[in-house]
């Protein structure tokens, strides 16, 4: 059976959510990555999807918007649609040569948005034993506001749950990888909890 495309809006892909898991997901889809082609030629295009989540606002309690690690025009959808932004950030030079370029994509955002603010920096990819990492961590720690635990470097789970398409507590309960995924989103409730 051959795979099917999306329906279509006016030209822009609709994608209906899926329950997995207790959760209702939108998957990426690659007619997706046209739609940074077409946003960039229409006026107000980067607002669409804020107006599209503000109509479905009152059937969920949370959304979630997982946007590319870049700053092109779907990054820039997700965040002008979002309250809060949650934003990972490498416990290595990667990591913290990105920030300033953030930063930047921030103050355009909020030309936009001016309300719009950076609710949690996550360290990710963190091994405790390099010695680069507890720097970069010490240097993070020192400058961002907001900066959870870090998310220690474990692939192997990772990768496998991913392959199986089962959340890594579905895969691996129990796991040290399950742990660092429920205490981020304890940092993540606690934020939105909070009505920060």
Not at 84 to 107: C, F, H, N, W, Y
Not at 184 to 189: D, I
């Amino acid at each position: 059976m051959a795979a099917r495309s999306p329906p279509t809006h006016g030209g822009c892909c609709v994608l209906l959510p899926r329950e997995v898991f207790g959760l209702h997901v939108i998957p990426s889809h690659i007619n997706l990555s046209l739609a940074e082609a077409q946003i960039s030629g229409q006026i107000g295009a980067v607002m669409a999807l804020r107006g599209a989540l503000q109509a479905a606002r009152d059937r969920y309690d949370v959304v979630l918007i997982d946007s590319p690690p870049s700053l092109g025009q779907l990054a820039a959808l997700g965040a002008l649609a979002s309250d809060l932004i949650v934003v990972p950030v490498l416990t290595s030079q990667k990591g913290v040569d990105a920030l300033p370029g953030l930063e930047r994509a921030l103050g355009m955002y909020r030309k936009l948005r001016p309300e719009l603010r950076v609710g949690l920096y996550v360290p990710t990819m963190y091994d405790g034993r390099r010695l680069h990492d507890r720097e970069v961590l010490t240097a993070l720690q020192g400058t961002l506001p907001a900066l959870t635990e870090p998310v220690p470097l474990r692939g192997a789970v990772w990768l496998d749950s991913t392959a199986a398409g089962q959340p890594v507590g579905v895969y691996a309960p129990g796991s040290p990888q399950h742990q660092d995924v429920q205490a981020l989103t304890r940092s993540v409730a606690a934020l939105i909890g909070s009505g920060a």
